[in-house]
Structures are given as structure tokens and as C-alpha cells.
């Protein structure tokens, strides 16, 4: 059974910086694919950033430039640094695993980004 664990949100004023983690057990994650989506109040879930298990990374334009996406195969770890926050970025953060192990879902960590 995989469990992806994700850890790092909080409240931040807007300019501030998060980096969101996402621990992921099991044995599917070198051959997996990564993503991080988010959900805000009334919106429909969205894909922010997503690696490829080679490494190709991909934004919604709304990030890019701001927000990075990493992963650490030796430690089974995505990462998301989020610079440069705006209130808009106020969401519930989901990571994402899917491909050849699977597909499968972490339990949501909030950012609120307001002064």
C-alpha cells in the first residue's frame, strides 16, 4: 500500500516563501511520476506542478516563474518551493503520484497566504 504524507503549509503573508514536502512509502516511486495540485474554496482542483520520474518538469502559468517543483528519489520526497506568494495562491496543496505503480493521493495541506 503506498501513502504519500504531505507536511509544510501554513499561513504566510503575501511575498513570503513555503516549501512543501511529500513523503511518499513504498516502492513506486523512482518509476512514478509527481505532481502537486491544489483546491480553493468553490474552485475545482487544479494541477500546479508536475516531474516526470526522468526529471521534465511542467507549471501552470499562473506559478511559473515562482514556484518550484523537485523531487529526491534516494528519500522518496517531492518537493514544492513557493516563492513570491500571493492570497491567490490560498489553497488546500495535493500531492500526486501516478504511472507504472499506480495512482494515488495524499490527505491535502493548507497554505493561506494573507496579511
Known amino acids: 500500500q503506498v501513502q504519500l504524507v504531505e507536511s509544510g503549509g501554513g499561513l504566510v503573508q503575501p511575498g513570503g516563501s513555503l516549501r512543501l514536502s511529500c513523503a511518499a512509502s513504498?516502492?513506486?516511486?523512482?518509476?512514478?511520476?509527481m505532481a502537486w495540485y491544489r483546491q480553493a474554496p468553490g474552485k475545482e482542483r487544479e494541477l500546479v506542478a508536475d516531474?516526470?520520474?526522468?526529471?521534465?518538469?511542467s507549471y501552470v502559468d499562473s506559478v511559473e516563474g515562482r514556484f518550484t517543483i523537485s523531487r529526491d528519489n534516494a528519500k522518496n520526497t517531492v518537493y514544492l518551493q513557493m516563492n513570491s506568494l500571493k492570497p491567490e495562491d490560498t489553497a488546500v496543496y495535493y500531492c500526486?503520484?501516478?504511472?507504472?505503480?499506480?495512482?494515488?493521493w495524499g490527505q491535502g495541506t493548507q497554505v493561506t497566504v494573507s496579511s
Open positions: 513504498g516502492s513506486i516511486f523512482s518509476i512514478n511520476n
Open positions: 500526486n503520484t501516478y504511472g507504472l505503480g499506480g495512482d494515488y
Open positions: 516531474i516526470t520520474r526522468g526529471g521534465i518538469k
